[in-house]
Each structure stands twice: as structure tokens, then as C-alpha cells.
């Protein structure tokens, strides 16, 4: 049912946990079947320096986010926003058909993040701005 990377990702999750001072932080979930996930990043240059993540749900929603935190680490910005599910899922070797909900939902978290970065960041530029 599930591959050996899926299997893997959920025994021996990679990156989990909260982070101190995030620079972006994204929450998303889904109220059918109960999955949140809260996905932090560490910015910097514009590159993504580090990821964590909590995940509250099943095996493979502990498995997408996981992975989503690998395959984003180290990447610029413009190119973490470009996740897809399907990249996700190709990551973990597939999930079952019922199951693809959770790679929908490590690609909302990450891009969900990353806003939430952009957000914070724009505001501060505009601070100053706002005040001269």
C-alpha cells in the first residue's frame, strides 16, 4: 500500500518540530479528514536555510511533510513557491489514491509559509517608508 520512502518518512520524520523565531510560518489543514500541518522556515539571501514542521494526522501526511521540508531546504524562494503535490508524491515513491490529500496539503503549507515570509517582509520595508 504505502512505498518504503512513505514508510521511511514516517518512522524517522525528517525536520520535525517547532522552530524558534521562524521567518515564515504556514498553517493549513483539512477539516474532512483532520490533517494540520504547520510548516517554519529559516530565510535567508532568499534562500530557504532550513524548514520543520508539526504535523497532527495520519502516516502519510507525517511522510508528505517530511519530504517537503527536503526537497525545499536549500532552495531559492522562487523555487520552493513552485512545489507542486505531484513533485511531493513523486518524492515518496506515489501514495494511494485516498492519500493524495496530504501531498495537496505539504504543498499548501510550504507555499503558505513562504507568504507568510513575503508578508513580513514587505511590511517591514514599508515601515520605514510609510514614516519619512
Do not use: W
Not at 501526511?61 to 531546504?73: D, F, G, Q
Amino acid at each position: 500500500m504505502y512505498s518504503q520512502k512513505v514508510l521511511d518518512h514516517f518512522r524517522n520524520p525528517r525536520n520535525v518540530g517547532r522552530m524558534d523565531n521562524p521567518d515564515g510560518v504556514g498553517k493549513v489543514g483539512n477539516p474532512v479528514c483532520g490533517d494540520v500541518m504547520v510548516m517554519y522556515l529559516k530565510i535567508k539571501n532568499d534562500i530557504i536555510e532550513d524548514a520543520m514542521f508539526e504535523t497532527f494526522g495520519c502516516g502519510a501526511a507525517i511522510a508528505t511533510s517530511s519530504i517537503a521540508t527536503e526537497l525545499i531546504k536549500g532552495k531559492p524562494i522562487h523555487e520552493a513557491q513552485n512545489i507542486t503535490n505531484k513533485a511531493v508524491v513523486e518524492a515518496l515513491d506515489g501514495l494511494p489514491p485516498a492519500k493524495m490529500h496530504c501531498s495537496v496539503l505539504a504543498e499548501e503549507a510550504v507555499k503558505s509559509a513562504i507568504e507568510d515570509y513575503e508578508k513580513k517582509r514587505n511590511e517591514g520595508e514599508g515601515k520605514p517608508a510609510e514614516s519619512a
